[in-house]
């Protein structure tokens, strides 16, 4: 009996999972954000560098292998063209269409939150709609038939990926300006007359934007993956402009020739994804702590 009771405690234990310490989490966290200054610093440095040319095809110096020549230190691509500027060349356009996207999820979801959440009633009714109807929407077919009447471009994706990646942002600041309306704070200046305007600016947002820039640097992974697969589709930046998912595409063909084509690009997005994932986790940590009651 003692030894069945033993074994339905080990059980129940086993599935248990063991969590970082907080020395552990920093020190993921201090690496990870040191490895996306790291790479955004490099691409930045490869700009400046006078050979930086992303471009200009050289037939005559094609498929090089990396570190064989000091004028393409990462090798080069079947046309000859330099892969460390065209991998920087397309961490640049990957990184800046990420920030755009990014910021339309939080300027729309925030404000769409704090209104439903400020309001309720019918705005809220019509915004949880609103959602609903954007949870709904596959963003990867709306792309695809958008791009099939419009081509493929940017602004495209930024639109499509934007006005369909906004409802964390907006559940978040719904939920938080919905516990915030009632509190002394909120009320006091109402009754006083002030507009619900200067109230949300001066009152409730404060409250609100830590935790939408928590969401915010924990989706840049997810937002840097989803765009290198679209543009590995074909639905983004279209050649010869550098992406770095346009660049696995481009290199796939190849690949038993000059894997380095593949390799380079691939691992750029492996390692600023995963620092964004291992820096996001100190925010995260921080979000789950009990929260200091607002006076």
């Not at 543009?231 to 930046?237: A, E, H, K, Q």
Request: charged share 10%.
């Amino acid at each position: 009996m003692t030894d069945t009771v033993a074994m339905a405690q080990v059980g129940t234990a086993a599935p248990r999972r063991r969590r970082l310490s907080a020395p552990q989490g920093r020190w993921l966290s201090t690496c990870g954000g040191l490895i996306v200054v790291l790479v955004i610093l490099a691409i930045i440095a490869v700009h400046l560098w006078p050979g930086f040319d992303a471009f200009t095809q050289d037939l005559a110096h094609a498929r090089l292998g990396p570190f064989v020549d000091p004028k393409h230190p990462l090798g080069t691509d079947v046309v000859g063209r330099d892969l460390l500027s065209r991998v920087a060349a397309g961490g640049q356009t990957t990184l800046l269409i990420t920030a755009a996207i990014v910021l339309v999820n939080f300027v729309v979801g925030t404000v769409l939150g704090l209104l439903a959440g400020f309001f309720g009633g019918w705005a809220d009714n019509v915004i949880a709609l609103v959602t609903d109807v954007s949870l709904a929407l596959p963003a990867v077919l709306l792309l695809i038939a958008l791009s099939a009447i419009f081509g493929p471009s940017a602004l495209l994706m930024i639109l499509v990926l934007g006005f369909t990646h906004w409802m964390s942002f907006a559940r978040l600041a719904r939920a938080t300006a919905l516990s915030l309306r009632s509190r002394d704070f909120v009320m006091a200046p109402r009754m006083l007359g002030a507009s619900s305007a200067r109230i949300i600016r001066t009152h409730i947002l404060p409250h609100v934007l830590p935790q939408m820039f928590i969401v915010a640097v924990t989706s840049i992974g997810s937002v840097i993956l989803l765009q290198a697969g679209l543009d590995y589709l074909g639905l983004g930046i279209q050649p010869p402009d550098p992406t770095w998912g346009g660049l696995v595409l481009e290199g796939q063909k190849y690949m038993r020739l000059s894997p380095w084509q593949v390799i380079l690009p691939g691992l750029a997005i492996f390692l600023v994804v995963g620092g964004t994932t291992f820096f996001s986790q100190r925010f995260t940590a921080e979000s789950t702590q009990p929260l200091r009651k607002v006076r």
